[in-house]
């Protein structure tokens, strides 16, 4: 069964530093997303991203935060200063048709997002 | 509005009981409920979901009650086994996006 792929699974960075999360949606989805779940927490909505944009967004997804679709295949998620509080865990996530129908919102294994 | 409010926080169950998690939402507009299954170091995996114009929907051993006048959705666990043991989150959505509920760790003791 096709799958949504992430890389890193853990990512460490310095407070300040810009981190890159990548993912690879499932081939013929056209929606994506970004989630982050602080741990012990609940999944949180960051960003959805269809059509090469952004079609909404939470508070959450403030200016520190882009995303970019920079090829085919490839879902990314810049966070460009980190900060403490950034710790979480990121999961993308991928749709065909936007969750709407048979058509469930496919979640990643997440990346661990440590800033220390 | 866009809170979805899921309890208990943690459930223990016998190795074939039934397992009851419950969620409480607020927007009447969202028109899809799902519900995600983690396991540890996983991302969430869909289990089963449910529109808002059927009362129940079923799936072997797992059931989605919905109550739409009362704005409250349940997931119950039949037979509940050891490898359910996960955590459980209920979601609202209306448009893909998804609003979580605060997520149910599930703990069935053989």
């Known amino acids: 069964e096709p799958e949504v792929t992430q890389t890193p699974s853990h990512q460490v960075t310095q407070m300040g530093q810009e981190v890159i999360l990548r993912c690879v949606p499932i081939?013929?989805?056209?929606?994506f997303y970004w989630y982050r779940q602080i741990l012990g927490q609940k999944v949180e909505f960051l960003v959805s991203f269809y059509n090469n944009e952004i079609s909404e967004k939470s508070e959450i997804f403030d200016d520190q935060f882009s995303v970019e679709r920079p090829d085919g295949s490839n879902f990314t998620l810049k966070i460009r200063s980190t900060k403490l509080e950034d710790s979480a865990m990121y999961f993308c996530a991928s749709s065909e048709m936007g969750g709407q129908g048979d058509s469930p919102l496919h979640f990643g294994n997440g990346t661990r997002l440590t800033v220390t | 509005q866009q809170q979805v409010k899921q309890s208990p926080q943690s459930l223990i169950v016998q190795k074939g009981g039934i397992s009851i998690i419950n969620c409480a939402y607020e927007n009447t507009a969202f028109d899809y409920f799902p519900w995600y299954q983690q396991f540890p170091g996983k991302g969430p995996a869909l289990l089963i979901a449910i529109r808002p114009d059927v009362s129940e929907k079923k799936e072997g051993r797992f059931t989605i009650s919905f109550n739409k006048s009362a704005k409250q959705f349940s997931l119950h666990i039949m037979d509940s086994q050891p490898g359910d043991s996960a955590t459980y989150f209920c979601?609202?959505?209306?448009?893909?996006?998804?609003?979580f509920g605060q997520g149910t760790e599930l703990s069935v003791k053989p």
């Open positions: 081939s013929n989805h056209l929606y």
């Open positions: 979601a609202a959505s209306r448009g893909g996006k998804l609003i």
